[in-house]
Structure formats: structure tokens, C-alpha cells
């Protein structure tokens, strides 16, 4: 069936930098897609969602970008910290009460 | 905000053995429970979907007499992997979807680490 990619399997950045992480959709059904941090040994933890009405959306140090046309998604970090380290992954869904499907992740690694 | 919880966080078994995890939510009702697996440096890849007082759906390739799941309240939803073996072994997590019919956010419980030996 149709997944979500990802252009990147790892990332390493300084403390500081900023940090862009990207993902592929092949979903053009899909209209809501979430980002997700997951920790070593722990489960998915929710960052930022995006609606397909939209195509920016901020948080708190991060923004979500949204390109329908190429079906392109990113994440964006502002001022990454040690903390930031994790995995990352994009989720996509096309409908109310059926389940993510979620991209392969990309490893930030975020140095001192 | 929303909290599901797993029960065990982890479990160690013998292979042949039957081991039942939980996923609860603690804080609203859950009418849609997702199961997924996870093993090392891979992604989530979803098991089944468990629907209160219903059969579960599960997903081209899950054996649905392998990976029995039991959605029987609005807060409980378990997944009992039977004659576990080792391949078996990975990391299960659930996720709840809220009680807004229109709601697409889910909510992810904190895994299950499961190792057959």
C-alpha cells in the first residue's frame, strides 16, 4: 500500500542550529499529518499536526510546512538543543478514526 | 491532556508462551484503539484496529489467530500475542483515538517491550 517516505535517514547538527527534516507523502488523499519525537524505548510523542487547509503551521521552536502540489512535508527546529535528539517521524491520515501511517524516521543527532 | 498507559512496559517469556499486553485510557473513552509493531531502527507499522465491541481489523500479513486483540470496554483494549516465538520479539504500542467523532489527533501509549527467548 502507499507509505510515507522519508528523504533522510539521519541528521547531525550543532547546538544552536537550526533543523529541517523532511518527508515524502504519496497519499494524495491524505489531509492530516502529524509529526511525531519518539525517545529511546518510549512511544511516539505528538509535536505539531497540520491540516491540509493549511500550508504553514507554528509551535513553540518548531514549524510544520506543508506542499500539497509535490506532497512534501517538513519539520522545522529553531535553535536545537541536546534534547532534541530522537528519532522523527511524519504520520499521515486520510481519515477520521482510521490509523496513522507513519514515514521510516530520521535520527537527529544533536551535538554540544 | 490525554493519557494512555501500557501495561507491562516489559515482559520477558519463553517461546511457545502466551503473553497479554494492555492499553488503556485513563482520562477519556476511547471508541477506536490502533495497534502497532516496532522493531529496531524501523518504523511503526500498524497491526490492527480495534474497535470497541467489535472485531478487530487487522492488516495484510498480521495473523489474527497469532495476535488476538480484545477491544471489550470504552478504556481497555488488550492484544494477547500467543505461542510467542522469537521472531515475535519488538516493541507494541497502542495508540487511542478521542471521543470527537471529527477528531483526528491519537494518542500514543508508552510501549510494550516484549522478548522471547
Known amino acids: 500500500g502507499e507509505s510515507v517516505g522519508l528523504h533522510l535517514p539521519t541528521l547531525s547538527v550543532q547546538e544552536g542550529d537550526n533543523s529541517i527534516i523532511n518527508c515524502a507523502y504519496s497519499n494524495s488523499a491524505s489531509d492530516y499529518f502529524i509529526w511525531y519525537k519518539q525517545e529511546s524505548g518510549k512511544g511516539p510523542q505528538f509535536i505539531i499536526d497540520?491540516?491540509?487547509?493549511?500550508d504553514k503551521r507554528q509551535g513553540q521552536r518548531v514549524t510544520v510546512l506543508l506542499n500539497k502540489t509535490v506532497k512534501h512535508l517538513s519539520l522545522q527546529i529553531a535553535a536545537t538543543q541536546p534534547g532534541d535528539s530522537a528519532v522523527y517521524f511524519c504520520?499521515?491520515?486520510?481519515?477520521?478514526?482510521?490509523?496513522?501511517?507513519f514515514g521510516k524516521g530520521t535520527t537527529l543527532s544533536v551535538s554540544s | 491532556g490525554a493519557v494512555v498507559s501500557q501495561h507491562p512496559s516489559w515482559v520477558i517469556c519463553k517461546s511457545g508462551t502466551s503473553v497479554k499486553i494492555e492499553c488503556r485510557s485513563l482520562d477519556f473513552q476511547a471508541t477506536t484503539m490502533f495497534w502497532y509493531r516496532q522493531f529496531p531502527k524501523q518504523s511503526l507499522m500498524l497491526m490492527a484496529t480495534?474497535?470497541?465491541?467489535?472485531?478487530?481489523?487487522?492488516e495484510q500479513g498480521v495473523e489474527k489467530d497469532k495476535f488476538l486483540i480484545n477491544h471489550a470496554s470504552l478504556t481497555l483494549s488488550t492484544l494477547t500475542v500467543t505461542s510467542a516465538h522469537p521472531e515475535d520479539s519488538s516493541f507494541y504500542i497502542c495508540?487511542?483515538?478521542?471521543?470527537?467523532?471529527?477528531?483526528?489527533?491519537?494518542?500514543f501509549g508508552p510501549g510494550t517491550r516484549l522478548t522471547v527467548l
Open positions: 480495534s474497535n470497541e465491541g467489535s472485531k478487530a481489523t487487522y
Open positions: 497540520i491540516r491540509s487547509n493549511m
Open positions: 495508540s487511542a483515538k478521542g471521543g470527537l467523532a471529527g477528531g483526528r489527533e491519537q494518542f
Open positions: 504520520a499521515e491520515n486520510y481519515q477520521a478514526g482510521t490509523a496513522l501511517i
